[in-house]
């Protein structure tokens, strides 16, 4: 099958250039960001590291949204959440979505899937989540961070039935690319188990501008995880989510994955390193209303979510400085 990505960023890069050199599928690229397809078109394709190491240019197809002409089987989408809903309107409009096409989708937060229903059928789309970590360093620059074949994900089909045979094969070819995939059987509670992670890890990573690894050196790392873990947990519960790992694995979790990534800054600390708001709303906000919703207060999340959106409004004080 071909494929086609909307959105060339970390993510994006990660999961196109690894189908097309470890598996030789045919990939496509179709972003908006000017300096970004510029780039790519300036230097002859994208340029990538593994851990800093064995920097090379990897040539790709890139494409505005208005200049696509291509018909990929599955389209694969990683944007960030503030972003999805005019990306997604910009590429309808530009004619590039049709009805026998396939969606794929693993980014980071909550939301997303009922913006790409909007343009996809519910049977057509399939959620993942990623325990893969990528860092974008500048327009067509990333570094793919973890040993070569550490990558793990997971997709289920969107609307809960056995997967069919296009679902099957996205996950033969995301086996050939060396992602790691694994099936799920049901969608929301594979998502969530992601969020709770990112709710604890790449929040407190931000907020204090660290590295995964910098991050678990604090001996009550667990402790704090604990605590928020079992907020997000206790909501979920009360509204019926269960989440594919346990309060202990999730915990145990977060050490092992910050000594694996020790070298990485997690993608919402990428964002608010350059002024870009951050996707907090979308994970610890998203804990929180769904507590609230079910008549359980999150108060540490919510708490979290305070404090990351006082930080993003302190950052004028710290430039002007």
Same mark, same amino acid.
């Given at each position: ?19 097309? /050199? ?8 179709? !972003? ?9 078109? /300036? ?29 990929? @089987? &599955? ?45 996809? !059928?519910? @049977? ?45 094969? &996205? ?23 992601? &969020? ?26 667990? /402790? ?49 390193? #350059? ?5 907090? !709303? ?12 079910? @008549? ?10 305070? /404090? ?9 004080? #710290?430039?002007?400085?």
């Amino acid at each position: 099958m071909k494929y086609g990505f909307i959105g060339a960023g970390a993510m994006g890069y990660r999961y196109g250039v690894m189908m097309q /050199e470890n598996a030789g599928i045919e990939v496509d690229f179709v !972003d908006s960001w000017k300096p970004n397809v510029e780039k790519v078109r /300036e230097q002859g394709g994208v340029k990538v590291a593994r851990d800093h190491e064995n920097q090379h240019i990897v040539p790709i197809n890139i494409y505005y949204p208005e200049e696509y002409t291509g018909h990929p @089987d &599955v389209w694969i989408i990683f944007m960030k959440q503030m972003q999805l809903a005019d990306e997604l309107e910009r590429d309808a409009a530009a004619g590039i979505f049709h009805r026998d096409q396939y969606a794929f989708s693993a980014m980071n937060g909550m939301g997303h899937f009922e913006k790409i229903e909007k343009y996809f !059928d519910r @049977d057509k789309i399939i959620c993942g989540t990623a325990m893969i970590a990528t860092r974008m360093d500048g327009p067509a620059d990333v570094d793919f961070m973890g040993p070569e074949n550490g990558e793990v994900m997971h997709m289920a089909p969107y609307d809960n039935e056995p997967a069919d045979e296009t679902t099957k094969q &996205v996950f033969n070819d995301f086996k050939a690319a060396k992602l790691g995939p694994v099936m799920a059987t049901e969608w929301k509670g594979m998502c969530m188990s992601k &969020v709770v992670y990112n709710a604890v890890v790449n929040t407190l990573c931000t907020m204090f501008e660290l590295q995964m690894g910098q991050f678990i050196e604090y001996p009550k790392v667990p /402790e704090m995880a604990t605590q928020l873990f079992n907020e997000s947990f206790d909501a979920c519960e009360r509204a019926g989510i269960q989440m594919i790992e346990t309060r202990q694995e999730q915990i145990d979790s977060v050490t092992t994955t910050s000594h694996q990534f020790k070298y990485h800054y997690p993608s919402m600390y990428q964002d608010f390193s #350059k002024g870009r708001p951050t996707e907090v !709303d979308y994970i610890n906000g998203y804990i929180a209303e769904i507590g609230r919703e079910h @008549d359980y207060v999150c108060r540490t999340h919510e708490f979290i979510v305070n /404090e990351v959106h006082m930080v993003e409004l302190m950052r004028k004080y #710290k430039h002007n400085n």
